[in-house]
């Protein structure tokens, strides 16, 4: 098992940006693959980005895709999620998550360790 702690939140103004670090600890962090994911009022968790054990493979959600980037330090045991021109629409808790797979997945189901979670809030 893996602990994952998210910090970077806060509140921005729309057409702002933030960066969202999730910082591991117990396991070495290039034994998963990472996943990040949000959940905004109201609304059910959604997949946001995912990055592979050695970064090779990325994926973004469509509603994301060309604002946000994800990245990976694994020396430094910490996941990135590099948000710009964010939009009253991203208000949401943003999560990280571990899985054991090779490769990430926009199935929340496959992930196994999860961390608290990080308010983001964007202001019109």
């Known amino acids: 098992q893996v602990r994952l702690v998210e910090s970077g939140g806060g509140l921005v103004q729309a057409g702002g940006s933030l960066r969202l670090s999730c910082a591991a600890s117990g396991r070495a962090l290039s034994n998963y693959a990472m996943g990040w994911f949000r959940q905004g009022p109201g609304k059910e968790r959604e997949f946001v980005s995912t990055?592979?054990?050695?970064?090779?493979?990325?994926d973004y959600a469509d509603s994301v895709k060309g604002r946000f980037t994800i990245s990976r330090d694994n020396a430094k045991s910490t996941v990135y999620l590099q948000m710009n021109s964010l939009k009253p629409e991203d208000t949401a808790v943003y999560y990280c998550?571990?899985?054991?797979?090779?490769?990430?997945?926009?199935?929340?189901?496959?992930?196994?360790?999860w961390g608290q979670g990080t308010q983001v809030t964007v202001s019109s």
């Open positions: 998550a571990a899985s054991t797979r090779v490769l990430g997945s926009r199935l929340s189901t496959v992930y196994d360790d």
């Open positions: 990055i592979s054990i050695y970064g090779g493979t990325i």
